[in-house]
């Protein structure tokens, strides 16, 4: 046989063998049509029968469940809701839907139609709102195996409702659950179990505003009601608010608006519309910020952190213009008290210089010695006991807040130049000592209920 023969029965077999192949591809394709028919056509499978229990038995029937968060949109504080993403996801066993899997080549068959095969009925039970995703196709599918399981995935959106605690805001945390449970299979016939392994993900890169997702933790909560006890599984969301962003848009400005009315300390008395015009703005801002905070909570029964800060900042500011008040009723006493003294002056100077001119007129007259001891209606003879009982009066023990106000003179303004000064300190270490008091408290008790 020569050369050329030999080519030509390769190539011819070649030409076979890839023949063979497309054949058998098809063949496979017809093949997995067919373990279809056979196992979901008519009369062969009932969908509305349960599957059997472990091993065959009439036990309940097992589903497995595990979930894939892919994002959380919003956490609502006034509404108390969050809204999440995700893949859900039940496994179990259904033993009628076993079939050949050709040799291994048929790993698994594909549906999308998930009334085919009968499906557990779970349900989210604190859900509020929900859809599934159809862009560009309905985002289910069922997987069933050789072996008889099956696999059931679907990616659905959920508002759910999440109770909050309130009590420390804004620093606190709160749990947000997700759960599911069974609406009509009692735990005689229905149960569910978590995944082995790892039944929660969370996408790698989620991204909330104003909260950050610390940890999750799965776990049961079966009820108990009048027809029987149903399966539930649940999973708790922690979630720890972000505080910077509150500390540069509330307490910040409230620090300094309370800082701002304490400039009025500083202006003079007679500044009167300068330090009511401070006042009242710093107030009336103080209470647009206060309002502005509440509108963004919902009304609760108790008192909140963020409660306390705005109420003792909206004191401050309040106190700050109720001491100018203070300030001008203490000027104007003052005023009128040493009106008063410069009136009694000038009667008793008076009174000297008439007494003074008597004594004149009587000594030019009669020569007479004027006599060693005065009468106690005299008023140079009290003049001279006060002088005395001044200088034999003991000496008073120093003391650092006397000698303090001393510094300021005694003029028609001392008092209420004394209360600005008394005011310059006081408010500035009241305050601070609120902030130690404010932020060792709530950040103890925050770590406290962790």
């Known amino acids: 046989m020569g050369a050329g023969h030999c080519f030509w029965i390769l190539y011819l077999a070649c030409l076979c063998s890839a023949s063979l192949g497309n054949n058998a591809k098809i063949n496979f394709r017809e093949k997995e049509k067919k373990v279809l028919d056979q196992i979901l056509g008519q009369g062969k ?7 059997s229990g472990i091993n065959g038995t009439d036990g309940p029937a097992i589903v497995r469940v595990n979930i894939f968060v892919r994002s959380i949109s919003k956490i609502d504080d006034v509404t108390m809701e969050y809204s999440v993403q995700l893949t859900f996801r039940e496994q179990w066993l259904d033993e009628r839907l076993k079939f050949d899997d050709i040799g291994g080549r048929l790993k698994y068959l594909t549906l999308t139609e998930a009334n085919r095969v009968w499906m557990p009925d779970l349900f989210f039970s604190n859900e ?7 862009i560009i196709m309905p985002n289910v599918y069922i997987r069933i195996f050789p072996y008889g399981s099956v696999l059931y995935s679907i990616r659905i959106s959920l508002t759910l409702a999440c109770p909050m605690n309130l009590k420390l805001y804004p620093l606190d945390r709160q749990v947000c659950s997700l759960r599911m449970a069974s609406y009509g299979w009692t735990t005689a016939d229905l149960v569910f179990l978590w995944k082995e392994g790892d039944p929660v993900q969370v996408v790698k890169n989620l991204h909330l505003p104003r909260f950050t997702l610390e940890k999750f933790l799965t776990d049961y909560c079966n009820s108990k009601t009048n027809t029987g006890e149903y399966s539930c599984l649940k999973v708790d969301l922690l979630f720890k608010r972000e505080f910077s962003y509150y500390l540069i848009q509330i307490y910040i400005p409230c620090c300094m608006l309370v800082i ?4 009025s300390f500083w202006l003079d008395q007679g500044a009167v519309p300068a330090r009511v015009s401070l006042g009242v703005t710093t107030l009336l801002t103080m209470a647009t910020q206060t309002s502005g905070i509440n509108a963004s909570l919902p009304p609760v ?19 700050a213009l109720l001491e100018f008040a203070l300030v001008n009723y203490a000027s104007r006493s003052d005023l009128h008290r040493e009106n008063m003294k410069k009136k009694r002056r000038e009667v008793e100077q008076a009174s000297l210089d008439a007494a003074s001119d008597l004594l004149d007129t009587d000594s030019n007259a009669t020569f007479a010695m004027k006599p060693l001891v005065r009468h106690p209606g ?9 002088q005395c009982e001044i200088h034999m009066a003991p000496p008073k023990r120093p003391n650092c807040c006397r000698t303090w106000l001393s510094k300021f003179p005694t003029s028609h303004c001392s008092r209420s130049k004394r209360i600005d000064v008394i005011s ?22 925050e770590e406290e209920e962790n």
Do not use: M, Q
């Open 45 to 51: 499978y009932d969908a509305r029968i349960r599957p």
């Open 128 to 134: 509020k709102e929900g859809h599934f995703h159809n």
């Open 260 to 263: 701002v009315s304490w400039v």
């Open 301 to 319: 029964s108790y008192t909140k952190a963020i409660d306390v800060w705005t109420g003792v900042c909206l004191t401050f500011v309040f106190g």
């Open 378 to 386: 005299d008023p140079l003879a009290l003049e001279k006991l006060r």
């Open 424 to 445: 310059r300190i006081t408010f500035p270490l009241v305050f601070a000592l609120f902030n130690l008091v404010y932020w060792s408290t709530y950040l103890f008790r």
